[in-house]
Every structure is written in structure tokens, then in C-alpha cells.
């Protein structure tokens, strides 16, 4: 396939999510590549639920090298960007150049995907009104308040955002993911 899908993440991001998704691009030929807000090997945590608690808990998880920082990214060399979930999203929200990176690429047509807390950015950049969406269930009320609708399905796709609940998604996130990037992929053919 060889597109090229931006993976945004950082310090306290999602592990589970991040290699998913990385793995799984580079299963379908495509090349994963990571941008955070520094050029270093992040850290990134893992996020389980477990009987007993009302929220997720937290524990570190595997490490892995950012690519290039944010301000290195040239939104014409992507096919899609992707918005990771775990901690990163409540600091990456605020970064000033990825939320031009993630309207540029909506402006231009591009996929947008986001999975769990990911939805902060998407939100924060100011693309979820009048959007269905889904992400982590205590997300609900940034959806709404950005003027979103907030649906419970595992994934959702409006026009060019896809969203995805929790890293307990990735079955229905990514085959929607795949069915889009493969018919977009057809029909430029």
C-alpha cells in the first residue's frame, strides 16, 4: 500500500494503542510514522480497567522513539493522521502547531482518525461540531460541549473522522480504518 499515516503521541500516551497501531499499518505495507512533541524515546503507560475501580488505572508501559517532532510535520506527505489516547491528549491539546496539523489535514480531505482520549485534540482543534463521535466514556461531555454527538458504538465514522472508544476497540476502529484507506485508495486508482 505504502500511504503514510501520522501517529500522534507523547509522554504518557497510550502503549497498547501506539504499537497497535504502528504494527498494524506496517502489516497493511503502510508506513507508521511518530511525531511528538520532542525527537526522544517517549514513555508511554498502559491503561487497564479493573473490577473495583471507577476510572481506569495506570502503569508504565514499553518505550518508543518519536520520528520527528510536530513542528517537522508536512501535512502533504500524510495520508491520514492518527490521535492516540492515554495521558499525552490532555498536554497535546494545547500544542498550538498540532491543532493547525489536524485542521490542515481536514481542510484538505484527509483521513482523521482518533481513538479514545485522542478525541481531546480533535475537539480542542475545533472538529467536532456537528460530528458523530465516539472515545472513552468520560469523554462524553468534551464531544458535547464541542458541539458533537456522542455515540456508544466500538467506532464511528463521520465524512473523514473516525473514532474509536478504547484500545478494546481496535477490531471495529481499525476494520473501519482499513475499509476507508483501501476505497480511497481504489477509487484514486
Not at 501520522?6 to 502503549?15: A, F, H, P, Q, R
Request: aromatic share 10%.
Amino acid at each position: 500500500m505504502n500511504r503514510k499515516i501520522l501517529i500522534v503521541t507523547g509522554d504518557g500516551g497510550e502503549s497498547y494503542e501506539t504499537l497497535y497501531a504502528v504494527h498494524r499499518f506496517q502489516e497493511e505495507g503502510d508506513i507508521a510514522v511518530i511525531a511528538a512533541p520532542s525527537k526522544r524515546r517517549l514513555h508511554l503507560v498502559m491503561h487497564d480497567f479493573e473490577a473495583g475501580w471507577d476510572t481506569y488505572v495506570e502503569r508504565p508501559g514499553y518505550c518508543l522513539a518519536a520520528d520527528l517532532t510536530i513542528e517537522e510535520v508536512v501535512v502533504g506527505d500524510y495520508d491520514a493522521i492518527l490521535l492516540l489516547g492515554g495521558r499525552a491528549p490532555e498536554y497535546l491539546r494545547n500544542h498550538a502547531a498540532l491543532l493547525e496539523i489536524v485542521r490542515e489535514f481536514d481542510r484538505q480531505g484527509k483521513w482523521v482518525l482518533a481513538i479514545c482520549h485522542g478525541i481531546q485534540i480533535l475537539v480542542t482543534a475545533g472538529l467536532a461540531n456537528n460530528r458523530k463521535l465516539t472515545a472513552y466514556e468520560h469523554v462524553r461531555t468534551e464531544i458535547e460541549m464541542g458541539g458533537g454527538t456522542y455515540v456508544t458504538e466500538e467506532a464511528v465514522r463521520d465524512r473523514n473522522i473516525i473514532t474509536g472508544q478504547t484500545w478494546q476497540s481496535h477490531p471495529e476502529f481499525y476494520r473501519e480504518v482499513f475499509a476507508c484507506l483501501n476505497k480511497a485508495e481504489f477509487m484514486a486508482q
